[in-house]
């Protein structure tokens, strides 16, 4: 499984890679983590290779596109991926919704630099992505 992590705030970037990566190790994970951000970059990515992958995608992006509009292109490619959208617009969870894009799970930046509380939020997130993954492993 491949781990996008999509956001233009580089240093939220790199606390979300620390933080995510982290918690994929404690759950066992076998994931390779690709180092592209940028849509266009993601999308080229997604294209080239297989599924289903894990997308955690913040809304505001401050390029062509907006998180939710990736989530919608990616879907072309991975119908199957996981999208986590990371973000502190938590008043756009309904257009997340409307866009159809089936998201696993929705993350709020509120509480971002504290570990403490941002951690659970995103175990919480990977404990759902592993037991699906498990769940569709074993029926097939």
């Known amino acids: 499984m491949k781990v996008f992590i999509s956001d233009d705030q580089e240093q939220q970037r790199l606390w979300l890679n620390d933080i995510i990566?982290?918690?994929?190790?404690?759950?066992?994970?076998?994931?390779?983590?690709?180092?592209?951000?940028?849509p266009t970059?993601?999308?080229a990515a997604v294209k080239d290779g297989g599924g289903p992958n894990l997308y955690f995608l913040d809304i505001v992006l401050q390029?062509?596109?907006n998180g939710i509009q990736l989530a919608s292109k990616i879907r072309d490619y991975d119908p199957d991926g996981f999208?986590?959208?990371?973000?502190v617009r938590d008043d756009m969870i309904p257009d997340t919704l409307s866009?159809?894009?089936t998201p696993t799970g929705f993350i709020s930046?509120?509480?971002?630099?504290?570990k403490a509380k941002f951690v659970p939020?995103?175990?919480?997130v990977l404990q759902v992505v592993k037991k699906t993954v498990r769940y569709v492993t074993a029926i097939c």
Do not use: G
Request: glycine share 0%; hydrophobic share 50%; no cysteine.
């Open 99 to 101: 866009a159809m894009t």
């Open 121 to 124: 939020e995103v175990q919480r």
């Open 41 to 43: 970059d993601v999308l």
């Open 21 to 38: 990566t982290a918690q994929l190790e404690a759950l066992h994970f076998n994931y390779e983590l690709v180092s592209v951000w940028q």
């Open 109 to 114: 930046k509120t509480n971002m630099f504290d």
């Open 63 to 65: 390029r062509e596109i």
């Open 83 to 87: 999208i986590v959208y990371v973000t």
